[in-house]
């Protein structure tokens, strides 16, 4: 089967080149979970439904202003609940269909009714209704006033993506059965193998770089270093393993370069609803039990940084940032877990689960530096459990873990993006299920009124107040800044390779001699 597979991805590149135009080809260790705008959450699947459509809006890659996308303008009524979008006429999706306001509509309404359970709709749910105006307008009312509405409305958020009724299933998850408007088409995907594109010639906007762009799978870190030194393929983009990194970057036939400040965060999580982790105590034991330092030196020799809350020290577009977990101290795991009534002779059994390839192959070695950490205390005992990414997010969402570790990446530009998900916005979808946790109606009170201030320094303090308060209910530990995940390599004759502070990086400004 390897065999057939090996032969067909050959054949697939020779249709490519023989077209006219050798392929662009990225290295990456990621995998798709599902390409459906209603049920999938994270970061590299949303890469490669970015990459072939847009939404209403988009964001400049260099200055990274916001600016229209599908939308050539836009208005706000007085009070903040209506937003009035005016359509750029002729634009077409990949089968030929209209982009209108019709089209809109019917896509975030999709997206809303289908509000897959591994998906993040409810980064859009503040929208109420939308009324169709002309072929070229469209209103969309909400349920509040929202200050971060036209950044929900932005190109990275995959439930935001615009794509044609004609080709997408209304009623089920689209599954990679959809067109969009480009500027790449989806040529093929093939699991575990790679994902090619072809560049969309009524693409509206600026035509891409590259025609032909194929994204090679590899299993792991290794493999993709080994792939870039042997120039099967033109750049790697996540995850080199830090040994990797600095051998890379001593080899004079490839580039290298890191793009910080990294937003993304790493970070443990904790479905509170799931014995024992439903004990706030024991919670609290843990993060004081966790040795970030020992994960930075270890596992990342020191590449990455540790942190002490979820929202990135990146300000702008990031504020309200302030360490609020606390260093580490055994005494104080001891004393807590001794309360929850956890001693050496009575130990506290925990599973600590991780999925070996999807942040690299690291993961592993975390893990047992974490449950290293934990077991310091006798009174802990740690069981480690590992599942492959797409069984990872079904199990997660499905509330089937108590302790596990996940990554993140903005999906948008603004600090509720980092606190909002966990604990309001898809608590079941990302594994907390923190909507049955008494103080639910308090955090979804609290970010409403921040979402809804259009004035950032009252937003600041509101989004402090949600830091402050987590390190009680401790549903996360924050742990280290995703700095390994913001380097690109790549080979000489390689031109256009950047990362920006989405850390998703641009296939179509990147091209090749």
């Not at 392929?23 to 979970?33: F, S």
């Not at 051998?247 to 400040?261: I, S």
């Not at 919670?283 to 540790?306: K, L, T």
């Amino acid at each position: 089967m390897r065999k057939l597979l090996g032969v067909l991805f050959v054949v697939g590149l020779f249709a490519l080149v023989a077209v006219g135009q050798e392929p662009l080809i990225m290295g990456t260790t990621d995998r798709v979970t599902q390409l459906a705008f209603a049920n999938s959450y994270d970061h590299y699947s949303w890469h490669v439904l970015r990459a072939t459509t847009d939404a209403l809006m988009k964001l400049d890659p260099d200055t990274l202003e916001l600016k229209g996308g599908i939308a050539e303008s836009w208005d706000v009524s007085a009070d903040g609940m209506v937003y009035t979008f005016h359509i750029r006429p002729g634009i077409t999706f990949w089968d030929g269909e209209k982009c209108d306001a019709h089209a809109v509509k019917w896509c975030l309404d999709r997206n809303l009714r289908l509000d897959g359970p591994e998906g993040g709709v409810g980064l859009i749910k503040v929208i109420d209704h939308i009324v169709v105006i002309d072929d070229l307008t469209v209103k969309i009312y909400l349920t509040m006033p929202d200050a971060i509405f036209l950044l929900r409305m932005e190109e990275s958020l995959a439930p935001a993506l615009i794509y044609s009724p004609k080709s997408t299933p209304e009623n089920d998850f689209a599954n990679g059965v959809y067109a969009g408007t480009g500027p790449y088409k989806l040529i093929e995907h093939v699991p575990d193998q790679y994902v090619k594109y072809e560049a969309y010639d009524g693409y509206y906007g600026e035509a891409p770089k590259s025609k032909l762009v194929i994204e090679k799978l590899y299993s792991d870190a290794a493999a993709l270093r080994a792939a870039i030194e042997a120039g099967d393929v033109d750049f790697v983009f996540r995850t080199l393993s830090p040994q990797d990194i600095r051998d890379l970057d001593a080899n004079p036939n490839v580039v290298l370069k890191f793009f910080p400040p990294s937003p993304g965060v790493r970070y443990l999580l904790f479905n509170v609803t799931q014995p024992p982790v439903d004990d706030p105590l024991v919670r609290q034991a843990i993060s004081y039990a966790v040795d970030r330092a020992a994960i930075c030196s270890q596992v990342f020799e020191g590449m990455v940084d540790p942190i002490y809350t979820m929202v990135p020290m990146v300000d702008p577009p990031f504020f309200g940032a302030i360490p609020v977990f606390p260093e580490r101290d055994l005494e104080k795991a001891v004393e807590l877990l001794a309360k929850a009534g956890y001693t050496k002779d009575n130990p506290l059994d925990l599973n600590l689960w991780y999925t070996p390839k999807h942040y690299g192959t690291t993961e592993a070695d975390v893990a047992t530096v974490v449950a290293g950490s934990l077991e310091e205390i006798a009174a802990i005992n740690i069981t480690i459990q590992v599942l492959e990414w797409g069984a990872y997010v079904e199990r997660m969402s499905s509330g089937g873990f108590d302790m596990f570790f996940l990554g993140w990446h903005p999906d948008y530009l603004e600090s509720s993006n980092f606190l909002a998900p966990w604990t309001t916005e898809s608590p079941e979808g990302m594994g907390t299920y923190f909507n049955n946790h008494p103080n639910y109606e308090a955090y979804k009170h609290i970010l409403e009124v921040a979402t809804t201030t259009a004035d950032p320094a009252k937003r600041t303090k509101l989004y402090k107040a949600i830091q402050i308060l987590s390190v009680q209910d401790v549903m996360w530990i924050p742990l280290w800044a995703m700095t390994d995940e913001m380097v690109m390599a790549w080979l000489p004759n390689v031109h256009g390779c950047t990362l920006n502070i989405t850390m998703d990086v641009h296939i179509d400004r990147i091209w090749k001699d």
